[in-house]
């Protein structure tokens, strides 16, 4: 059971223009919602995350928009780059047993034609 | 240069064959994590340790095994490696301080089981 769903599988956006990745949650115990950047032949690194308290957090040109009643948050790139062509992939956290345990979405393959 | 290694990076291997991936991470961080990554899945937990000689089951534990016998490194083990084994695996730390619940995650390694 996927607890984490994450849409589109893959995304192609011209440069300069908005990419939009989506997900959803189940679990309301989820404090935490991180999104995790791949690129090609390296490990995910945090990008931007969110807690619930708060309905959006923008850095540069990555902004996170978070609905609590509607239980769906997504990752807006403004402006997007060709360096911003990476898999992206959304997750949901809560604290168990002292340590706080990710649960991710599928993965976004973003890519940005010049 | 703070960082989580992964070794190897790369393995092809038989039905079989025992095989450990090792991992280690030089910030000092007491919670330390295997995921596994398939197309269509994101990332799904294997196993995670809070801290020395303590590991417990993620989401997806079957075929694997995994030891934290010193803070820096937690190796995993597949006893019996089998071609539903063959996956992208990385190993992530994070300190268990409430106010950080950023991953960081190891550049990977791509197994083969034929």
């Known amino acids: 059971q996927q607890q984490v769903k994450q849409s589109p599988q893959s995304l192609i956006v011209q440069k300069g223009g908005i990419s939009i990745i989506n997900c959803a949650y189940e679990?309301?115990?989820?404090?935490?919602f991180p999104w995790y950047q791949q690129f090609p032949g390296k490990g995910p690194a945090l990008l931007i995350a969110?807690?619930?308290?708060?309905s959006e957090k923008k850095e540069g040109r990555f902004t996170i928009s978070f609905n609590k009643s509607a239980k769906q948050f997504s990752l807006h790139i403004m402006d997007s780059q060709p360096g911003d062509s990476a898999t992206y992939f959304c997750?949901?956290?809560?604290?168990?047993?002292?340590?706080?345990?990710?649960?991710f979405g599928q993965g976004t393959r973003l890519t940005i034609n010049p | 240069e703070a960082q989580v290694t992964q070794n190897p990076r790369y393995l092809i291997t038989v039905t079989g064959k025992k095989l450990t991936v090792t991992c280690s991470q030089n910030?000092?961080?007491?919670?330390m994590s295997w995921y596994r990554q398939d197309p269509g899945l994101g990332l799904r937990q294997i196993y995670y340790?809070?801290?020395?000689?303590?590991?417990d089951k993620g989401d997806v534990p079957e075929g694997y095994k995994v030891s934290r016998k010193e803070k820096r490194n937690f190796p995993l083990i597949l006893e019996s490696p089998s071609p539903n084994q063959t996956s992208l695996y990385f190993c992530?730390?994070?300190?268990?301080?409430?106010?950080?619940?950023?991953?960081?995650f190891g550049p990977g390694t791509r197994l083969t089981v034929t």
């Open positions: 340790s809070m801290n020395v000689e303590v590991t």
């Open positions: 679990n309301t115990a989820f404090d935490y």
């Open positions: 992530a730390s994070s300190s268990v301080d409430k106010s950080s619940y950023e991953q960081y």
């Open positions: 969110i807690r619930p308290d708060v």
């Open positions: 997750a949901a956290s809560r604290l168990f047993q002292g340590a706080q345990k990710l649960v």
């Open positions: 910030m000092n961080h007491e919670y």
